[in-house]
T-cell receptor, first 112, second 114 residues
């Protein structure tokens, strides 16, 4: 299973872009990068995923480097409600189910 | 459409007691999962069910049993609770055959074993 490395914590000012890095240097060619977040001990929430192209949805953008060894989640205009723990996960498929391996994530604090 | 529901929300047990955590989903998903989260840590997979009628061990299965009762329901049983099982338990479901294959999580059950 590919492992991920994230900074334990980050701060960002409200209204600015929050850029959360993730290193996954051992990722294999058919593994996707997924991002989830967990707000204040609620259940995690899916944000975005990608294979090798950059992706954007209504919540965030995902930038994956050309060698796929790292990625960055971008929250373009962070709000106080974006304060959460963000998990970068490399998906391991297992017999039809999706085994997600959660690290400790990055605790993002949005400051007013 | 309630998504993933879990009962109870909170529970306190004494060492050696047994209990069952209930989970149900109304999204017609094939796969369901049980995770635990200890303070300051990420989630760890206990058991999962790829489809109705199948269950498999995850990363930390010792001390737990599961039952996939039907497509909607997946329960987690602690036969003889231990203080080390004090944790927050999350149930999740997913549909592997549709993109983006994300997992939907319930609100969690906060369990304390004294």
């Amino acid at each position: 299973d590919a492992k991920t490395t994230q900074p334990p914590s980050m701060d960002c000012a409200e209204g600015r872009a929050a850029n959360l890095p993730c290193n996954h240097s051992t990722i294999s060619g058919n593994e996707y990068v997924y991002w989830y977040r967990q707000i204040h001990s609620q259940g995690p929430q899916y944000i975005i995923h990608g294979l090798k192209n950059n992706e954007t949805n209504e919540m965030a953008s995902l930038i994956i480097t050309e060698d796929r060894k790292s990625s960055t989640l971008i929250l373009p205009h962070a709000t106080l409600r974006d304060t959460a723990v963000y998990y970068c996960i490399v998906r391991v498929a297992l017999q039809g189910a999706q085994k997600l391996v959660f690290g400790q994530g990055t605790r993002l604090t949005i400051n007013p | 459409n309630a998504g993933v529901t879990q009962t109870p929300k909170f529970q306190v047990l004494k060492t050696g007691q047994s209990m069952t955590l209930q989970c149900a989903q109304d999204m017609n998903h094939n796969s369901m999962y049980w995770y635990r989260q200890d303070p300051g840590m990420g989630l760890r997979l206990i058991y999962y069910s790829a489809s109705e009628g199948t269950t498999d061990k995850g990363e930390v299965p010792n001390g737990y049993n599961v039952s996939r009762l039907n497509k909607r329901e997946f329960s987690l049983r602690l036969e003889s609770a231990a203080p080390s099982q004090t944790s927050v338990y999350f149930c999740a479901s997913s549909e592997i055959w549709t993109s983006p294959n994300e997992q939907f999580f319930g609100p969690g059950t906060r369990l304390t074993v004294l």
